[in-house]
């Protein structure tokens, strides 16, 4: 939770503290020289697919795999259970969802 809130106050802080250097490089007496926008893109471009592929290698360890299916979160007495990869063989259905069972009689209030 702590994470979250931090990158919500960066996420906020971010344009005021972008625009104070800015307003502060403006005013002063050495200006910076322009920037090389080709290499800094290069830069930015490798670090981007960096990132990625890092992000697929991590991710990759809790991704299912052939074979597999999904069983989605679901709500069981007041709790989520979070989802889970099953091998394809031992998925049953699930008793909720039991279509042979005739529905209940509405209340009969109404």
Known sequence: MTRILLLQIASFLLPFAL????????TSDKPVTPTPVLKLSAAGAVLVMIVMI????FDDSRAGHQGQDYIPPRLVDGEIQPGYFVDSGTVDQ???EDQDEEPEDPPAGR
């Open 54 to 57: 890092v992000l697929v290698l």
């Open 19 to 26: 625009f104070l250097i800015w307003r502060w490089q403006r």
């Open 94 to 96: 699930d008793p909720d």
